[in-house]
């Protein structure tokens, strides 16, 4: 015993002293990695108008049964200023048309925004708009009827669930709209710069588009003009369209036999993007990133008409 005891003592003489234990470094905080802010464009909706909106409310605030109107094609124009826009028409033709737009508020004019304009009814045409801002985004609805100056108060149910839609959804964001015609042209500034290029012209017409002011400007425009082009006057019916070049790509993609080659360029025969009875149809053509549309004037489709006057346009408006 005595010697297990003399081992014991041993083993604790050479054990070694207990050390204070070093305090673990602490670890940084996890933090989350900053979401990258999107640079656009970001298209309000995703560019759904079904998730902006359901036809049943546009019905409830027209008064009568509406249904979507499709456009026979696209031009990706609201969607690079971040936008959305959707449109229906009445089942009773031509008695009425609903247009629903959203864009970010920081593309449009800020005096239209708070003005009398966009919250209004017009007494020469059958014409109401409503509208609003929630958050960043602005929301319009425009109601075009024969009891359109009775019906802005039933815009307002509308707008409000479009809001709510609208802080559900991610939020828009505009692209940087380079090359766009801002602001476009007016119709006697097109007929000016025909005239210095050899073709005389007069204005007769000059038709803003209806609907949301830009920042820079009106981003379409309707003419009609008296045009001198290989020894005739023609009368032209046309629509300047900044930022909505792609709709030629749009329409050859859907059906290629459409396509016309005038003089280096690529012109396209369309139908109207939102189309009514009777109309002869358009040849569209494009600078790259703005749409110059003519009203047919050959009903067959041939080109030989219009597309010397389609190319004068273009050329009249890259000067």
Request: charged residues 25%; glycine residues 14%.
């Given at each position: 015993m005595a010697a297990i005891a003399a081992v014991v003592v041993t083993l604790a003489a050479c054990a070694p002293e207990p050390q204070e234990s070093a305090s673990p470094s602490p670890r940084p905080l996890a933090t989350a990695a900053p979401e990258p802010t999107p640079t656009g464009p970001v298209a309000a909706f995703g560019g759904d108008c079904s998730a902006a909106v359901d036809t049943a409310a546009v019905t409830a605030a027209m008064g009568e049964a509406m249904s979507f109107w499709e456009p026979a094609w696209e031009d990706?124009?609201?969607?690079?200023?971040?936008?959305?826009?959707?449109?229906w028409t009445s089942d009773q033709y031509l008695s009425g048309f609903a247009t629903v737009w959203v864009y970010p508020v920081a593309v449009l004019d800020p005096t239209y925004v708070s003005g009398e304009e966009s919250n209004s009814c017009q007494t020469a045409d059958p014409i109401c708009m409503a509208s609003e801002v929630f958050g960043g985004t602005w929301v319009g609805v425009q109601a075009y009827s024969n009891t359109a100056?009775?019906?802005?108060?039933?815009?307002?149910?509308?707008?409000?669930?479009?809001?709510?839609?609208?802080?559900?959804?991610?939020?828009?964001?505009?692209?940087?709209?380079?090359?766009?015609?801002?602001?476009?042209?007016?119709?006697?500034?097109?007929?000016?710069?025909?005239?210095?290029?050899?073709?005389?012209?007069?204005?007769?017409?000059?038709?803003?588009?209806?609907?949301?002011?830009?920042?820079?400007?009106?981003?379409?425009?309707?003419?009609?003009?008296?045009?001198?082009?290989?020894?005739?006057?023609?009368?032209?019916?046309?629509?300047?369209?900044?930022?909505?070049?792609?709709?030629?790509?749009?329409?050859?993609?859907?059906?290629?036999?459409?396509?016309?080659?005038?003089?280096?360029r690529t012109f396209a025969n369309a139908p109207e993007q939102y189309p009514l009875d009777g109309n002869p149809g358009l040849i569209i053509g494009s600078d790259g990133v703005n749409l110059v549309s003519v009203l047919r004037s050959d009903g067959d489709g041939q080109a030989a008409l219009d597309a010397p006057i389609l190319a004068a346009l273009l050329k009249a408006l890259d000067g």
């Open positions: 990706g124009a609201d969607a690079e200023l971040g936008g959305l826009r959707c449109g100056a009775t019906q802005i108060e039933r815009l307002r149910p509308l707008l409000a669930d479009i809001g709510e839609r609208v802080a559900e959804s991610a939020p828009p964001v505009p692209g940087p709209r380079q090359g766009w015609w801002l602001p476009v042209a007016t119709c006697e500034e097109l007929a000016a710069s025909l005239t210095t290029d050899g073709f005389p012209s007069t204005s007769t017409d000059d038709r803003p588009a209806t609907g949301p002011v830009f920042v820079d400007g009106p981003r379409s425009r309707g003419c009609s003009l008296n045009m001198e082009i290989e020894g005739e006057e023609r009368g032209v019916t046309l629509l300047l369209d900044a930022g909505a070049g792609r709709g030629v790509e749009a329409v050859l993609t859907r059906d290629p036999s459409q396509r016309i080659d005038f003089e280096g």
